[in-house]
């Protein structure tokens, strides 16, 4: 409780236009973005099957008892995305507040706490979806709520759109949005999960803001030979080959490359770096020192590593069903994040090359995000994340960053909408723990859950509200 006061009170002294203006009780703001993150969590929206309309019609009910519209836009009767709005005076251009409700699958025999429990519990809130995502969907919610609750009045709408779908079946959620009611959802920026702070002994030093990410382009290898006896060996044997061609993929040390986001993301975090770490990131695009550079990153950070190429992770081998029976076919998945200016039809062709195995084909997966252009760093809504994340962490520095993994603002992306992914602050040691997204005993601190609130509450008011 000591602990949240302090929260409570270095909010509350924070001078921008949200904390000057109106007087918010985080105390009770905080404690009911919690509850609601928790009751969030015990509705299971595992994908598949999704099931995201039950959350949908929850938040629904939320909004219609403030005297708040909204509407679920469905592909799918179970699968349904919601959207709200706060308007404004029109002078500007709405911003677009989105947040997916669907989660991933878990395995509950690893996990310590119930997956679906939203336990509360020494300062942590547990559960599927407490990072990945559905606390961006309870921190947009209780935006929105909050602009009515204080009669904020704006210069363009805020929109919050609840998304179904983003793990892996955006046919329902984002793409069903921009293909057939992109209307509804249409803003000058947009912000989604993705960022956060990183929060060190002496407090928060980087706060990484997502303003591009790496694109999804998985391909599965099919290896095809002669049946037959294990007893007797073959030349065209496609266990064999495709373990050679797995090898030779994993092996593949792709080409290093620099885009704005990345270099603006090293020549920033060199600037706080400690000696060596600062020297690494200066020199990644020199010749002379990358070989030990990468294979560093390798060793000690996956995440640096990755994101300075495109990446090439076997996942999964699929061969043979009886002990002594050679198999006919075999097949693996390469799990191939591209940077967003990767040739895909050239990076295909180099693949073949390197595999060089004559009965194994490379069958591309379809493509469900679109590649677009990384979000600008020199505009109204980057430059105030830069400006609240300044007051609310005096030493720390915003850091522009491309994810590994994919989300939905891709799309948003194409669409010409400049996306930014921000989330709550994460410690070293949790972001190296298996207490993040997609693992077992996913959490997210109550702390960092009301600051980011707080965040969002103070970018959303600067960015949005009649000066």
């Known amino acids: 409780m000591r602990l949240f006061a302090a929260v409570c009170l270095l909010l509350f002294s924070i001078s921008v236009n949200a904390q000057e203006r109106y007087l918010v009780d985080w105390d009770a703001v905080g404690e009911e ?65 989105m947040g997916h409700t669907d989660v ?15 336990l509360r519990e020494g300062g942590w809130v547990y ?35 609840a998304e179904a779908g983003e793990e892996g079946t955006p046919q329902v959620g984002i793409n069903f949005m921009v293909e057939n009611h992109w209307d509804a959802i249409a803003a000058e ?63 593949w040390q792709t080409e290093v490359r ?35 550079i990468q294979q560093h990153f390798l060793e000690n950070d996956a995440y640096y590593y990755s994101t300075i190429r495109t990446s090439v992770v076997p996942t999964i081998i699929d061969a043979g069903f009886r002990k002594n029976v050679i198999p006919s076919r075999a097949t693996a998945m390469l799990d191939i994040r591209m940077l967003p200016d990767e040739d895909v039809d050239a990076f295909y062709e ?61 799309q948003v992306r194409a669409m010409g909408v400049p996306a930014y992914g921000v989330g709550p602050n994460r410690s070293r040691a949790e972001l190296n723990s298996g207490n993040g997204a997609h693992g077992d005993n996913e959490r997210v601190s109550e702390e960092a859950l009301v600051e980011f609130l707080q965040f969002m509450w103070s970018v959303v008011i600067d960015v949005a509200a009649t000066k």
Request: glycine share 8%; charged share 30%; proline share 6%.
């Open 127 to 161: 559960g599927r979806g407490t990072l990945d995502d559905k606390d961006n969907v309870a921190a947009g919610l209780m935006v929105i709520l909050m602009l009515k609750r204080y009669g904020v009045e704006l210069d363009r709408d805020v929109i919050f759109l």
């Open 258 to 292: 620099l885009n704005e986001t990345t270099k603006t993301y090293f020549d920033r975090l060199a600037s706080v770096a400690k000696p060596d770490d600062a020297f690494r990131f200066r020199n990644i695009d020199n010749p002379d020192e990358i070989e030990a």
């Open 33 to 97: 973005t919690l509850t609601l993150l928790s009751d969030l969590v015990r509705i299971d929206t595992t994908n598949p099957p999704g099931n995201e309309t039950e959350v949908a019609e929850y938040l629904q009910a939320i909004l219609a008892a403030e005297g708040i519209d909204s509407e679920l836009y469905a592909l799918d009767p179970n699968r349904a995305n919601l959207v709200t709005r706060i308007k404004g005076n029109g002078s500007k251009r709405p911003i677009l507040i």
């Open 350 to 410: 180099k693949l073949a090359v390197v595999i060089d195995e004559p009965n194994v084909k490379i069958i591309p997966e379809e493509i469900y995000r679109p590649a677009a252009p990384p979000s600008g760093l020199d505009n109204e809504m980057f430059e105030t994340l830069e400006r609240v994340a300044g007051e609310m962490y005096p030493d720390a520095i915003v850091v522009p960053k491309m994810s590994t993994g994919g989300t939905d603002m891709s």
């Open 189 to 251: 920026y947009c912000l989604a999960e993705g960022g956060g702070g990183i929060l060190e002994e002496q407090g928060v030093k980087v706060v990484e803001v997502q303003t591009t990410e790496k694109l999804i382009r998985r391909a599965i290898l099919v290896a095809k030979g002669t049946a037959g006896h294990g007893s007797r060996p073959s030349e065209d044997n496609p266990v064999a080959a495709i373990a050679r061609a797995v090898a030779k993929a994993d092996a």
């Open 104 to 118: 991933v699958g878990v395995d509950a025999e690893q996990w310590d706490k119930d997956p679906f429990s939203g």
